[in-house]
Structure formats: C-alpha cells, structure tokens
C-alpha cells in the first residue's frame, strides 16, 4: 500500500483513512466481494495504532459504506449504492469542518459537572436561585394584564423597553441616550458576538484585558480576529500600553469591562477611564464597554461607566439583567450611534426574528418599578456578605497559601496561588470533593490563579465549598 496518511495535515489521521478507503472503494481499489484489511494488517501498513483504524473503520459503518460482521471482519457494504439502505451522514466530519468553534473543554467539562453532579458552585457566573426577583415577577404575572404583541416585534426590541431603559441609564448610570440608540438583545454575549460579526472582519485586531472573561469566548477565534492582551492590574490595564500596540497593528477595537472586572473584580480607576477615553477619541478607536456590575458597588461610591463619560461618541455600551435580576429573562441592551444599532439589528432579526415580546415585557415592568431600588439594595447587601464570607474562609482555610484583592463590588474573586500548582489536578481533586471553580487558565495567560464566584450559594455553603477546596488543594500538592 502506497498510501500514507499525512501527518502535518490538520485533518485527523483517522478521517484521513476513512477518507482514502471511501475513494478507494469508488474507484475500485477496494473492492465490493473482498474484505476490506483487518484492523491489525491495516495499521501496520500505514504505520498507526490500531485504535485509529477501528475510529475509521467506524466513521464507514456510520456511514453506511461498510459492514462489520463477527467472523467475516469488515466488508463493504453490498448494498452501498442505496437499493435498500439509507446512508447516514458522517456527523463526526461536520461538527470537525464547522467554523463556529466550541467552547474550550475545561469551560465545556464545568458546565457538564455543574448539570449533571450535585456540586457546590464557585464556577459559574450567576446569582443564586434564592436571589432572583421571583416574588415580584409572580406578583407582576398575577396584578397586572399583559397588553404586549405576540406578533414580531421592531427589529431593535421593543418600543416600551427602549424607553425604560432611557431613563434607567440615565438615573442608575448617568447615561444620556435615546430610543433609537438601543437594542435588544439575548443577554450580554449576544451583544458581543453581533459588534464581532458584523463590525469586524477577519485579520482585524482588537485588544482585550488579560485576564477577561472574552478570554473564554471561542468567537474571537472563530471571527479570524488578532487579539492583542492587556495585563490587568490593581487599578485596571494601563491605557498607555495601547498606542505602541495601535501604531504597529491599526487596532480595530479595544474590549474592556472596566467596572468590577470579571474576573479579577478590580475597578479601573477613573484616572485610567478618563486616559482610555482620550486614546479612543485622539485615534478612532471604538470601545466596547461591557457593564455588568457597576449596580453592584459595596461601597457609596457609584462608578462612572465610560459611556457616561463619552461625549464623542466612541463607546458601544452593552448591559443586560442578568447580574442585577435573572439570567433566564435574557434580556440585555447595546446602546451606541443609530447607525451601528440598526445594522446590529438587522443582523439579529435574521438570526431570531427578534426578542421574546414576554421577556420584554416582564424585563419593563421590573426596571419601570419602584421595587427595583429596593432589590437592588438587598442583592448589594447579600453579595456584601457573602464576599465577606468568601474572603474570611479563603484566610481561615489557605492562610498564606492564597493571594486576593477584595472586590469593591460584583460578584468575583480572584486568587493567585503563592507557590506553583497543578490546575488541572486540583480541578479534578475539586470534583471529587464535590466543589467547582474556574481555572484561570480559561479566562487568562498568568499561571496559578482560579476565580471563585460568591453570588451562587448561601454563607454556609460558601463555607463547605472553600473547605473542600482546600482539601482538594491539599491532595494536589
């Protein structure tokens, strides 16, 4: 056999074998009333483990090409041009080909154990059940009429909404906006994937914070993006750090949440919002604000978002409900010039149609309440307490073992192992002892940190989550 797979290809070895036999078996290399070689003889004449050929063989049978009979090996399959039998798509050879890239494993892995193991939560980034607005949204559901279309909504959400969130942002943020400058979206990561999609093009650079929860997201990768880090620091990334990265690679956009940062919690101190926003406007370069947290402040100080501070109109500013309500009502918002909006809409309805007309409307009588200032004031206070007990236990717990800053707000905390660890086998160990976090590996470059997240459980439960974290770090050592 003359043929050999090609091992600097990206194609898997095996797919490359099933490939060759399914060409051979149309041009007659192969044929129909001879077995095809055992697995064994076959793997000895491309020089490849035998596993290989029972993955190639099997990516054939899948596809109805073969047959694999107890006693008569593998045979081609008789019926192979479709008198009786049905050939079944070779699945595994398009989830490989697709563009849109998955989630990396760790990410993928975290949330199969969160759904499927009872384990204490300190990975995922959300609140807790017990801090969602339920009794107001049953309230809502019970006292008052829905009066929305269940038809198809404006393409940009709805008009109500739209208006609510006008004077939302202004009093809660001190956002000066209109209508027209908004739109609806499916939650925060919508946002950033239509601003991608369709502002950017593959070879563009952006710059983003290292680490950052954009770290994770795949999408970059998939949009055929540069991406250009910034180190984090105590007081946020340094904005000076952009231009020598700007004038060497014409930087597109820079992506930044500046307020309570996911994951480090670190708040960009207003020196560097306002330095960041003379770079953007004395070079053209957009930024896009990502603002989950800053309602979320444990002190009298309200941050001021970088929108708020814009007057040039440089920021696209993304925001949704679903750190300050609930995930589940998906709801979130980009406000940014009319244009932009409209071309992101556009966009959007050819992906859905537009936004749940329902949601809408739960989402407009949540932040049009008087009841938003008082939940807001119990979810500051909650949180408050429980990154109090976080901290306490991690000290209690680790000692010395552990750096941290302690969040002035939001809902994460990140540590910094003083000496050398295994991420991977405390990960594992973690499982074991019924407890998650997020590798920061998965959100960053630097090496020996983990983001806890305090907003999933009670104070208890926080207690027993770090306690068995540390015997899971225990047993890595």
């Known amino acids: 056999m003359d043929w050999k797979p090609d091992r600097n290809k990206k194609t898997p070895i095996y797919i490359q074998i099933s490939e060759y036999i399914e060409n051979g078996i149309t041009d007659g290399t192969f044929p129909v009333d001879k077995p095809l070689p055992s697995e064994r003889t076959l793997a000895q004449a491309l020089g490849v483990n035998r596993s290989t050929i029972v993955s190639a063989y099997a990516e054939l049978e899948a596809s109805g090409l073969v047959e694999r009979k107890k006693g008569s090996g593998t045979i081609i399959s008789r019926d192979i041009w479709g008198l009786t039998k049905k050939r079944i798509p070779s699945w595994n050879k398009y989830i490989e080909a697709g563009t849109f890239l998955p989630n990396i494993p760790v990410m993928q892995r975290i949330r199969k154990e969160t759904e499927e193991n009872h384990l204490i939560n300190l990975a995922s980034g959300e609140l807790s059940a017990d801090l969602f607005p339920n009794d107001f949204i049953q309230e809502s559901l019970m006292k008052t009429k829905f009066t929305g279309n269940l038809g198809y909504d ?111 919690g670190t708040l960009m101190s207003s020196h560097k919002r306002r330095e960041l926003l003379n770079i953007s406007s004395e070079f053209g370069i957009p930024i896009i604000e990502d603002d989950p947290y800053s309602l979320l402040s444990f002190t009298e100080e309200h941050p001021s978002t970088l929108k708020s501070m814009d007057v040039n109109g440089n920021v696209l500013y993304i925001s949704s409900l679903s750190k300050i309500a609930a995930p589940g009502l998906r709801i979130g918002w980009i406000i940014g010039p009319p244009p932009v909006i409209e071309r992101l809409a556009d966009a959007k309805q ?83 002892e019924g407890v998650i976090f997020a590798p920061g590996s998965t959100l960053g470059t630097e090496k020996g940190c983990i983001r806890l997240t305090y907003a999933r459980g009670d104070e208890n439960t926080i207690h027993q989550g770090v306690k068995r974290l540390f015997h899971a770090f225990e047993k890595t050592r």
């Open 350 to 432: 050819q992906f859905d149609f537009g936004h749940s007309t329902f949601s809408q409307w739960i989402g407009n009588q949540f932040l049009s309440s008087h009841y938003l200032e008082e939940h807001l004031h119990l979810l500051k206070r909650e949180l408050k307490s429980r990154r109090d007990a976080i901290m306490s236990n991690l000290i209690q717990y680790f000692g010395s073992h552990v750096e941290f800053q302690k969040p002035l707000g939001g809902i994460h905390l990140w540590c910094q192992f003083k000496n050398e660890v295994n991420e991977n086998l405390l990960l594992e160990n973690s499982i074991k």
């Open 154 to 264: 404006h393409p940009q959400g709805n008009i109500d909404l739209r208006n609510t969130i006008v004077e939302h942002v202004r009093e809660y943020r001190k956002i000066e906006t209109k209508p027209e400058s908004i739109l609806i979206t499916s939650g925060a990561q919508q946002a950033i994937h239509l601003i991608i999609q369709c502002l950017l093009k593959p070879g563009d650079a952006v710059v983003i914070e290292n680490p950052s929860y954009s770290f994770s997201l795949p999408i970059f990768k998939t949009a055929g993006l540069k991406v250009f880090h910034l180190s984090a620091e105590k007081s946020g990334w340094n904005p000076a750090e952009l231009i020598p990265i700007h004038k060497k690679h014409r930087i597109k956009m820079i992506f930044t949440n500046p307020i309570y940062q996911n994951p480090t």
